[in-house]
């Protein structure tokens, strides 16, 4: 009989399978507290937990793992992970660093059946759901890859004061569309939330999506997370050519999910516009991004286009992204200016494990 693999069930699903075994409900809270540390490597590692219940753990769970088969740091810091998954696939995850915070921005899907014609990743298309024990190995490893750095004092500044927070933010806008994989992202979210394990908060973990409408408001409903939205147009002529998703749920139609997130208090829906030249960058844009903007509480991040030889667009001139920035601006949007990360390793969103050579089916 196959191993049921722990890493990918939840607390609740954890006690069931543990009760199903005979053993008392405190062991599922145990084990789950063990196989939850990053530099957790086996059952024998289990010392408060009987030698004969460590060996029937062992006769019917795995604990599955994921190495980086390659780690990429770029200039800036941002270092990239390339994952081999068990069936060959390639997966990736970037790591960005900030003054006051570490972001890991993790993928949910191999490859992407959303074709977005700006982005590497949406060029292979959908290959797979990833499981909820693959999105949460790409965090466990990126800790990993921390812990030892920092052992090594090999990342002067990287840790922060007082008890170490390997990672602080999550955000999936890595490969694939979230909202797709909706099963397996709420378990993962569930896990990573969850006490006894990672212990991340909702309001840490953001989840990106290119506008799946009907699955926005049940993904607020279930879990209290940070919802972003790739926007990059209020046009649906211009985001119909940038975003094939915009064919079924238009723009209006997306901003009314927006105004109907169930958001938490004190929190806002990020809006990413990334501006590309002559497309949408220009001051009439801005004032008609205002005005659909308004209801919804959000903020705006901006992101000049990483230009790319696979692609025909261009990035703008900061003048003109000034000028647009302003607009939004007078008109009372907190409005943030990204440029990439780690642009010369390619781990700005939408250009992971396409450069892998992972071909799509
Ligand atoms: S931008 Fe995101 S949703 Fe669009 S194709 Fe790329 S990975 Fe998929």
Redesign the pocket.
Known sequence: MEKVDLKNLTLPELTAWVEGLGLKPFRARQIFAWIHRPDFTGFDQMTDIAKHVRALLAEKARLSRLEPARVEHSTDGTVKFAFNLEDGHVIESVLIPEDDRHTLCVSSQVG?A???NF?L??TMGFIRNLTAAEIIGQVDAAIRLRMAASQQQQMDGWQTQGAPRWINNLVFMG???PLLNFDNLLKAINILMEQRGHDFSGRRITVST?GIVPKMKQLGQQVPVNLAV?LHAVEDEIRDQL?PVNKTYPVDELLRACREYPLPPRRRIMIEYVMIKGLNDSPAQARLLVKKLHGIRCKINILPYNENPDFPYQRPDDETVENFRQILRRAGHTTLLRHSRGADISAA??QLAAQSGVEAT
Do not use: L, P
């Open positions: 992407c959303m074709g977005c982005c990743t949406g490969m694939g569309e290119c790739s975003m969103c939408g």
